[in-house]
């Protein structure tokens, strides 16, 4: 069975990019959300795999939304998405109980790392 994942970003072009690597490789995209309430939401109502989630974005940023996700499942596998030169926000979401970040522009063998080593079990 494919594993189920929930991409979060706020860019339109960016949850396109990730859902593309990931259909192409296996994965089924069960949600996407374009903001951190509303990833805390899918999440309760899909419970996938793994979130991709954004750091940046309205409403409430990536970290916001990891710890209510983490909250509400401590065993959450949550990958946080950040542009360059977010090193400080990185350590905050690794801390938050993110499992591993990937970088934009998302590069198909990092994305895809990341998420089978998280997915291996």
């Known amino acids: ?66 710890k209510q996700i983490k909250a509400h499942d401590p065993t959450a596998n949550v990958v946080m998405c950040t542009a360059m030169g977010q090193k400080n926000m990185v350590v905050e979401a690794i801390q938050a109980g993110a499992k591993d970040f990937i970088v934009k522009p998302f590069q198909a063998e990092r994305v895809l790392e990341a998420v089978s080593k998280l997915l291996a079990a």
């Open 1 to 66: 069975m494919a594993k189920r994942i929930l991409i979060t970003d706020d860019a339109l072009f960016m949850r396109v990019t990730l859902k593309n690597i990931l259909t192409q490789n296996g994965y089924e995209v069960v949600g996407e959300a374009t903001n951190g309430s509303e990833s805390v939401e899918l999440y309760k109502q899909l419970k996938p795999d793994l979130v991709t989630m954004d750091i940046t974005m309205p409403e409430m940023d990536g970290i916001a939304a990891l």
